[in-house]
Structures are given as structure tokens and as C-alpha cells.
């Protein structure tokens, strides 16, 4: 078993976790950070890497509630961006000590902007510096980030909901809820993933989704680089439809993500269109025609807008057995340092390790 398998394997029990702590210990401080973002003038969400995949996901409730938010990922926001008066900035860190990260708290402190900080480090710039840190607990992943990315997602979604009023004991049950028959869903999309064809090495990879379940699509996107060392692309499913299409041709995978309300049936059309092209399509969602794919993962019904919590689940399976099909070690980074501390160049001075012959 890979250790990325391995962390893939407890996130049912780390979720259940972090959601548990948002309702009890943690609820102070979400109280407290969504008494302030409920009267700023500006919100900001940023993150790096999959953090910012965790922000870009939960702005979506905020934006569903006519609660505008700004979301830029922290390299943009720390040097192309200034912070009008009565902002708040939500910074999402697993570490908490990135360079990005470390600048970014810096800058909010000279512009006199204050910062909500949710990590998974309770000795991070981010959890020291922040005026309101919200420090989840969890055990960090071996190398890619797994549980830390879904307790973030969980902990940004509560941040949200609890600004918009409605994060409550009900919503915290139907969650755990959730939690439980994700953790009897994951034998099942083993067993699929052990037995389809879906999975080709050398095809070229597209992964389509909408609203929250855009940050699951990149999150994907990620975990096809980092973990399964394979170039793949990420984007909207409508923004697909503008152009891209004309890349499916016979051979090319695609994942997609369907919403259970909106623009399901034409979602479920691009499917089709694209087996007829000749691609082979991953859906990933709840209550799907099972025939309506080459590879389809059904998704316990989750609470509205938060479905995305769970629709990564799948596709992080899926990147562990496309890097074991490709003879390529998933548990350690070739290029990548665990956390980024410069900005200049990649390497860093470190000895490149040779990739295994496939």
C-alpha cells in the first residue's frame, strides 16, 4: 500500500473529525471570524495550491447568498493587489509557512487588514500571526495533501455558513451523516476502479465540473501532477463548451462532476457527446444513470453546496492507481519541496530524481 493510499483511506475518520471540533471546540473562533467577516466591507479568500482550491470551492456559498467575495490565490493577491479599508482577509494554509503565506500576513499588517487564518498548524506564521486563527486539527499527510485539503474545505464551508447563518447542529448531524456513507461508498469505487478501462497511462486527461465542484476538479488537476507525475487540464464545464471541445477525439479521458440540481441534464448531455466523440468519461456524483459513462462514482446526497466536501474522495483514489499503472512513486516529489519557502526558480538547489522507466 502507498502512503498516499494510506492517507486517501482515513479521510472519512479526519473528516468526521474536523466536523465534530467545528461544532464544539472550534465554534468560538468560527463565531468570532464570521462576526467580522459579517461586517467588513471586502472579503478576501486565498490559498496556494490546494488551498486555494479549498477557497475557490467555498466562495460558492458565499456567492449563492448574494455575499460577494474576492478570490485571488495568495501570489496574485500579495503582488498585484491592494486591500481597500474594512477588509478581511481569509487565508487558507495547511502549514501556515509558505513564502506566499508569510508575505501575504506581512502585507495585511502594513495595510492594517485584518486576517482570519484557518491551517492545519498550530505553529505557523498563519495560526501566530492571524487575528482570528482557526487551527484544525488533523494528522498531516505523508507528502500530497489529502486530509489536510479536506479539513480546510470542511473548515472554509463552515466559515461560510456560519457568516451566512446557517452552520447548526442539524447541518453538522446531515454532514457526519454523510460521512458515514462515504466511508461504505469507498469499497464499492475501489472495486469499479480495479476493473475498468477507464485508465489509460498515455491519453490525454480533461476534468470538467461547476460551481463548488470546480475546486474538486483542480484539486484533481493537482493530484494527477503531483501524485501521478501526468499533465492533465482543469476548467468549467461551460467554458469547455466554448472552444475545447475540439480536443475530443478517440482515446481522451474525461472526468466529470454533475451538480444533483443545477444544469444537470446538460451536463449529463456533455457526457454523452463526448462518448459519441470517442472519449471515455469518469462521472463523479449523486444518483447518476449508471450507464451514463465508462466509469460512474455515486455520491451520497450531501447538504446543498456541499457535495464537493466528498466529490474529491473518488478522484484521489483514482490518481493513486494512475500512478501505480504508470510505475511512478506517488509518495515522494521529485521537483516540489513539502512547503515552498522561496520564490525563485524550482529547484532550489536539490538533486533531481531519476524517474522509474514505466
Not at 508575505?103 to 485584518?114: D, G, I, S, V
Not at 478517440?250 to 443545477?262: A, E, H, T, V
Not at 465508462?294 to 473518488?314: E, K, R, S
Request: hydrophobic share 45%; aromatic share 8%; with cysteine.
Amino acid at each position: 500500500m502507498t502512503r498516499f493510499l494510506d492517507d486517501i483511506l482515513r479521510q472519512p475518520h479526519a473528516l468526521a473529525s474536523t466536523l465534530e471540533f467545528l461544532g464544539e471546540a472550534g465554534l468560538p473562533s468560527l463565531r468570532s471570524a464570521a462576526a467580522v467577516l459579517g461586517g467588513a466591507s471586502h472579503i478576501y479568500m486565498t490559498g496556494i495550491g490546494s488551498s486555494y482550491y479549498a477557497a475557490l470551492g467555498a466562495a460558492s456559498h458565499f456567492h449563492q447568498a448574494s455575499r460577494p467575495v474576492y478570490v485571488l490565490d495568495a501570489a496574485e493577491l500579495l503582488h498585484f493587489a491592494a486591500f481597500p479599508r474594512d477588509s478581511v482577509l481569509i487565508i487558507i494554509s495547511r502549514s501556515g509557512q509558505s513564502v506566499e503565506i508569510v508575505n501575504l500576513l506581512r502585507k495585511a499588517r502594513e495595510e492594517q487588514t485584518m486576517v482570519i487564518g484557518l491551517t492545519n498548524a498550530e505553529k505557523g506564521s498563519l495560526a501566530e500571526q492571524a487575528q482570528i486563527p482557526i487551527v484544525i486539527p488533523a494528522d498531516f499527510d505523508h507528502a500530497i495533501s489529502v486530509n489536510t485539503y479536506s479539513t480546510l474545505v470542511a473548515a472554509a464551508c463552515a466559515l461560510a455558513s456560519a457568516t451566512l447563518k446557517r452552520f447548526d447542529s442539524d447541518l453538522q448531524r446531515a454532514l457526519l451523516g454523510s460521512v458515514d456513507k462515504i466511508s461504505e461508498a469507498i469499497p464499492t469505487w475501489r472495486e469499479q476502479i480495479a476493473h475498468t478501462s477507464w485508465f489509460a497511462p498515455e491519453s490525454s486527461y480533461y476534468f470538467l465540473a461547476r460551481g463548488a465542484s470546480l475546486a474538486s476538479c483542480n484539486e484533481t488537476r493537482l493530484l494527477w501532477e503531483e501524485g501521478a507525475k501526468h499533465p492533465a487540464t482543469s476548467m468549467g464545464t461551460s467554458a469547455f463548451r466554448h472552444g475545447p471541445q475540439e480536443i475530443a477525439v478517440d482515446g481522451s479521458r474525461f472526468g466529470l462532476w454533475i451538480d444533483p440540481q443545477i444544469l444537470r441534464e446538460e451536463d449529463l448531455a456533455v457526457a454523452r457527446d463526448l462518448r459519441k466523440l470517442g472519449a471515455s468519461v469518469m462521472l463523479i456524483g449523486h444518483d447518476l444513470p449508471g450507464d451514463s459513462a465508462d466509469l460512474v462514482f455515486q455520491i451520497p446526497l450531501a447538504p446543498p453546496g456541499w457535495q464537493f466536501l466528498f466529490d474529491i474522495i473518488p478522484a484521489q483514489f483514482a490518481a493513486e492507481h494512475l500512478a501505480n499503472l504508470s510505475n511512478v512513486d506517488c509518495d515522494s516529489f521529485r521537483v516540489c519541496s513539502y512547503i515552498v519557502r522561496g520564490e525563485f526558480g524550482l529547484l532550489n538547489g536539490a538533486e533531481i530524481a531519476p524517474q522509474k522507466d514505466s
